[in-house]
């Protein structure tokens, strides 16, 4: 199965999942994660990939967004790191054991790809290199805006569909908020709120 499509009908015990994951991306794009940990073995292949790696708790790990990921599609999926192939997001989770349809988790997916391309286009930070929610609080914390009540208009604009994302992706696709996403819906909060008012 290679497209969403094709599992309709299918029963939850014929579904892998893969056409739901090359369909989303969610967990390569830094939406979810800022790094991959990787198994030692696993180093010179990531080093041919291009993947971005560093060492983080002495352990060698790949930086998000993966250098892998071509849209929304990831072109090492059938040899992609250990880490890789064991995540299993909610969404991921549901729709393995058929609490959720493959027509409903794929608008899911599409939904939430939408909401972080709407926000990074209003934003204004094409640079699909780093996370998005690196993107954010760069922005957020920018001064761009002050002053112009159309510019003001905007930021409850991409407040509100920062907080959609957020929820998105908390209901849909982490098992518990990260640190790094509280802080930095927090940082964007505040900073929004002070370009609001000011």
């Known amino acids: 199965m ?15 999942g893969s056409e739901l994951c090359l369909r989303c991306g969610l967990c390569c794009n830094g939406a979810l994660f800022s790094r ?12 041919a990939a291009n993947l971005d790696i560093f060492k983080h708790c002495h352990r060698p790990a790949f ?9 929304q599609r990831c072109h090492i999926y059938e040899q992609r790191p250990t880490i890789c192939r064991s995540y299993r997001c909610k969404l991921l989770t549901r729709y393995l054991s058929g609490r959720i349809e493959p027509e409903q988790a794929a608008f899911t997916v ?6 972080i391309g709407a926000i990074v286009e209003k934003i204004g930070t094409p640079d699909s290199t780093q ?3 690196r993107r954010i ?3 957020a914390v920018s001064p761009e805006g002050l002053g ?34 509280v802080m930095v819906a927090i940082a964007a909060v505040a900073s929004l709120v002070r370009k609001t008012l000011d």
Request: net charge neutral; aromatic share 6%; glycine share 4%.
């Open 63 to 71: 930086r998000q967004p993966c250098a892998a990921l071509q849209g």
């Open 131 to 133: 996370r998005v929610w």
């Open 2 to 16: 290679s497209t969403t499509t094709s599992a309709k009908g299918a029963s939850p015990s014929e579904r892998d």
């Open 36 to 47: 991959v940990d990787l198994v030692q073995d696993e180093l010179p292949f990531a080093r």
């Open 148 to 181: 112009s009540e159309a510019a003001r208009q905007t930021n409850r604009v991409i407040l509100t569909n920062v907080a959609a994302l957020a929820a998105l992706l908390y209901n849909h696709f982490v098992r518990g908020v990260p640190a790094a996403l």
């Open 137 to 139: 609080g760069a922005w």
């Open 110 to 115: 599409d939904e939430t790809n939408a909401a």
